[in-house]
């Protein structure tokens, strides 16, 4: 799915995306194992302009309604999908492979942005400037970054600076600091 909404991120303005289905649970085929996973696999949905499928069997799989219940309970990030807009890639050539960063307007006035580690085995150090996520934006610019799935927030000055576990993803709203 994210291959699609690197390269036809534009044709959301036309017609709504075309989502893959969710699995959750590791007795799944192709299952989400894990919370990270099932959280990247819900967020890319989410991104995609907010269609969730999800196939996962409920009933006869514990974990995966554990997984379904956790990740699916966030209100804000169900707020941002049921606005039913898709973000588009920072990076534009990523070659043979999805994006890993995309954003978009928040009605705020500052953005969203997800990260996603497509590593199931290693952790992702990630260091995006500024620059490259909003005109306007520079190495000096102190931004306010709200972490939406952890509930967390920080600020941060000239970069945005993150580590995702392997197979992870976050999903931010950022705004600039000195304009709030």
Do not use: C
């Not at 994210?2 to 959750?24: E, F, K, R």
């Not at 974990?63 to 588009?88: C, M, P, S, V, W």
């Amino acid at each position: 799915m994210l291959n699609s909404l690197t390269y036809g991120w534009w044709s959301n303005t036309l017609y709504i995306a075309d989502p893959d289905h969710i699995v959750l649970g590791p007795r799944a085929d192709h299952g989400a194992r894990n919370l990270d996973e099932g959280f990247s696999r819900f967020l890319s949905t989410v991104i995609s302009g907010g269609m969730l499928l999800d196939s996962s069997n409920l009933i006869d799989d514990s974990e995966a309604k554990d997984l379904a219940t956790h990740i699916y309970a966030h209100t804000r990030i169900n707020q941002i999908a049921a606005e039913g807009k898709a973000f588009h890639p920072v990076e534009g050539d990523s070659g043979d492979r999805a994006a890993n960063i995309f954003v978009r307007e928040a009605p705020s006035g500052g953005l969203y942005v997800a990260v996603f580690n497509f590593d199931p085995a290693k952790s992702a150090e990630i260091q995006l400037p500024l620059e490259r996520l909003a005109s306007g934006w520079t190495a000096n610019t102190t931004i306010k970054v709200a972490d939406l799935w952890a509930d967390k927030t920080h600020s941060a000055t000239g970069s945005l600076k993150l580590t995702l576990r392997p197979g992870a993803s976050a999903l931010f709203e950022i705004t600039d600091a000195e304009k709030r």
